[in-house]
């Protein structure tokens, strides 16, 4: 006779909540590019703020809290999402790609220059040019984190210099 093992006891809310953090409110869940999504959502936040003429500096605060919101969350999350996922960096942990944007967003002035960070960003994350694809190898949630806040950094100095150039 067998014997099959109890099923695990539900997950206690710290971890729920947790896991809700990394997958980006569940953006992290949606079947096509969910860090594609997940960087969509602080952009649209920003650009609704700014073309109603938000004070851009509150627009700027908001947006490094939620950066250094969701990199606890990457941080905190990751080697339980690993685990639960099976796999390293799941793409359904999406903080990563939300704490990112949030950094190249910082450089942002308006609807147009939210857009072109939303752009210099994922081109950043996607390519990975030196030396974030050497962050990218970092062991858990410090690697998961630190190629995109890199390539957020990236992207804010592109659209700064962009918006230099344009003498905006």
């Known amino acids: 006779m067998t014997c099959d093992a109890p099923p695990d006891p539900a997950p206690r809310p710290a971890v729920r909540g947790g896991m809700l953090l990394a997958t980006g409110l569940g953006l992290g869940r949606l079947p096509w590019c969910p860090g594609t999504w997940a960087s969509l959502a602080p952009c649209a936040?920003?650009?609704?703020?700014?073309?109603?003429?938000?004070?851009?500096?509150?627009?700027?605060?908001?947006?490094?809290?939620?950066?250094?919101?969701?990199?606890?969350?990457?941080?905190?999350?990751?080697?339980?999402?690993?685990?639960?996922?099976?796999?390293?960096d799941p793409p359904a942990v999406v903080s990563d790609e939300i704490a990112g944007q949030s950094i190249a967003l910082l450089a942002a002035a308006d609807p147009l220059t939210v857009l072109c960070a939303f752009l210099a960003f994922r081109l950043f994350d996607v390519l990975k040019p030196w030396p974030i694809?050497?962050?990218?190898?970092?062991?858990?949630?410090?690697?998961?984190?630190?190629?995109?806040?890199a390539a957020g950094l990236g992207g804010a100095i592109a659209v700064g210099a962009a918006r230099l150039i344009a003498g905006a």
Request: charged share 25%; aromatic share 4%.
């Open 45 to 88: 936040l920003a650009a609704l703020a700014l073309a109603l003429s938000a004070d851009a500096n509150i627009v700027r605060a908001t947006l490094a809290a939620l950066a250094c919101i969701f990199s606890i969350a990457t941080l905190r999350g990751a080697a339980r999402a690993e685990e639960f996922f099976g796999r390293r």
């Open 133 to 149: 694809r050497r962050l990218e190898r970092l062991p858990g949630g410090l690697g998961i984190l630190l190629d995109d806040l």
